[in-house]
């Protein structure tokens, strides 16, 4: 019984870890860049298929050093095109902007590639 106590105490403090490296990136973000961001996660799937993608042709290697960079110049292209506009504007804006890139990324890349698990080969 006390090995269970202990075991869900710490869970809970790494719960609470996790929530609280959440806040303070979130934080460190807003306090930054002036712009609340919340399509971190369909940046990461984004990169995760393109990983899957180019991996067919350059193998495991080759799509760990092209997929975060693609990833990373479509990232400056919509920083450049859209969200500097936010910067001098009501935080809202930006939170709803990147909460339907979020929503975007989150809904259609999954159709596109059939909904199944992909794996990348291993090297």
């Known amino acids: 019984m006390l090995f269970v106590v202990v075991e869900q105490i710490i869970n809970g403090l790494l719960v609470g870890a996790y ?3 959440l806040a303070l990136g979130l934080s460190l973000i807003f306090s930054l ?3 609340v961001n919340m399509a971190h ?3 990461y799937a984004l990169g995760a298929y393109f990983a899957y993608e180019v991996q067919r042709w350059t193998g495991f290697f080759g799509a760990m050093v092209i997929a975060p960079v693609g990833v990373a110049l ?3 292209l919509i920083e450049t095109l859209f969200i500097q506009r936010f910067y001098q504007e009501d ?3 930006s939170l709803l902007f990147t909460l339907w890139t979020g929503h975007d990324g989150r809904a259609e890349h999954p ?3 059939g909904g199944n698990r992909l794996a990348l080969l291993h090297p």
């Open 19 to 21: 929530y609280v490296l």
């Open 33 to 35: 860049g002036g712009v």
């Open 74 to 76: 479509l990232g400056v």
């Open 111 to 113: 159709v596109d590639l």
């Open 91 to 93: 935080p809202a804006l």
């Open 41 to 43: 996660g369909a940046f």
